[in-house]
């Protein structure tokens, strides 16, 4: 049997945002629960309320506290060491027995700014134009994490270049969506799968789709990758949108997924296979490298590339890194003062 993964845009153990601490899921549910006027009093009987409640009127509650607070107020897993024992990072770094071959990849439309439009046009809607100032400075808050820390905070409005007037909302969405993008979707996919590398886990094959190919202008179609690795320029509804160049390139995307599901390498179709069809350009496979590892770009050239935002992943996964520490011994002489 061959063992195959595929993740698509945003799919990764290592982003922030793939657990939550215990303590901001309770702050979360007792907000929710006071949009209802449930009672607070015990945890048991707030749940009783909210669970009265049909998921409508829950999922509008939360889209209206989302444009209050900013979009970062996620509804994600708890490590409460029953059902989920330990964070996916953590189970991902223990070693395991057999190999799984892994083809992931990101998409430069995929940001956290696209996923929250719904927010603000809901919000615009219901006649509170003027909240954009706070959607973008709570944003912009949640770059310091989960714990506020505001010198990385600093730090990323530096790096990203986020000293721009409140008037500047075109620049400053520019770069608010390039930061949570790298810190919360990018770089974790990279950190993954060179670990997964790293470790002689398995085949590792990663893609990036750049804004000039994004074809998805709505918040409800799925991002380009899901498109054409799904043909959905073929599809009745939506073919006319695409270019016979797009509908070649699904062709291609598709046969590449094919390939990796069957043998899990995209390059052939079966395990044993060792010639390259004619049809397809060879996708290196990633693998550690001075220049970056290797990586396929899903335009209509399908160039490989190296060193996929290597600059930007270094600023989370290393200065910042070296930033918590430091700060932190700080605090903790500070206090011993």
């Known amino acids: 049997w061959h063992l195959a993964r595929v993740c698509g845009t945003g799919g990764s153990a290592f982003s922030p945002v793939s657990v939550i601490s215990k303590k901001k899921a309770q702050e979360q549910v007792a907000v929710l629960a006071s949009e209802f006027g449930c009672p607070n009093s015990t945890s048991e009987e707030t749940l009783s309320c909210l669970r009265q409640l049909p998921a409508s009127r829950l999922n509008e509650a939360q889209t209206r506290l989302l444009a209050i607070s900013g979009p970062f107020q996620y509804w994600g897993p708890v490590v409460d060491e029953f059902y989920l024992r330990e964070s996916p990072s953590t189970a991902l770094q ?8 892994l083809l992931i990849g990101s998409a430069q439309q995929d940001g956290l700014i696209s996923r ?23 944003l912009q808050n949640s770059l310091g994490g989960e714990d506020s ?31 949570t993008r790298d810190h919360f979707i990018t770089c974790p996919i990279i950190s993954m799968a060179r670990r997964w590398a790293t470790s002689s886990r398995g085949n590792v094959f990663m893609y990036h789709v750049p804004e000039s190919s994004s074809k998805s202008s709505s918040i409800l179609e799925p991002l380009p990758d899901v498109q054409y690795a799904f043909g959905l320029p073929f599809h009745l509804w939506h073919e006319e949108q695409f270019t016979l160049e797009e509908k070649s390139l699904s062709l291609t995307v598709m046969q590449y997924v094919a ?22 350009s060879p996708w290196p496979m ?42 932190s011994k700080y605090l903790l002489i500070s206090c011993s003062l």
């Open 149 to 179: 820390n505001t010198l990385v905070e600093d730090a990323a409005t530096w790096y990203y270049s986020l000293q721009h007037s409140t008037a500047d909302y075109a620049s400053f969405s520019r770069a608010l969506e390039n930061a």
């Open 116 to 138: 929250a439009k719904a927010v603000k046009r809901f919000e615009e809607s219901q006649g509170r134009v003027n909240s954009k100032t706070a959607f973008y400075q709570a």
């Open 94 to 101: 223990r070693s395991q027995p057999g190999k799984v071959d």
């Open 286 to 327: 990633f693998l550690p490298h001075t220049d970056g590892e290797s990586y396929k770009e899903f335009t209509i050239s399908l160039e490989n590339h190296k060193g996929l935002k290597k600059a930007d992943c270094s600023f989370w996964s290393d200065y910042i890194k070296m930033l918590k520490v430091s700060t």
């Open 259 to 280: 390939n990796f599901v069957k043998s899990g390498n995209p390059n052939y179709p079966h395990g044993f296979s060792r010639k390259l069809p004619g049809t397809l």
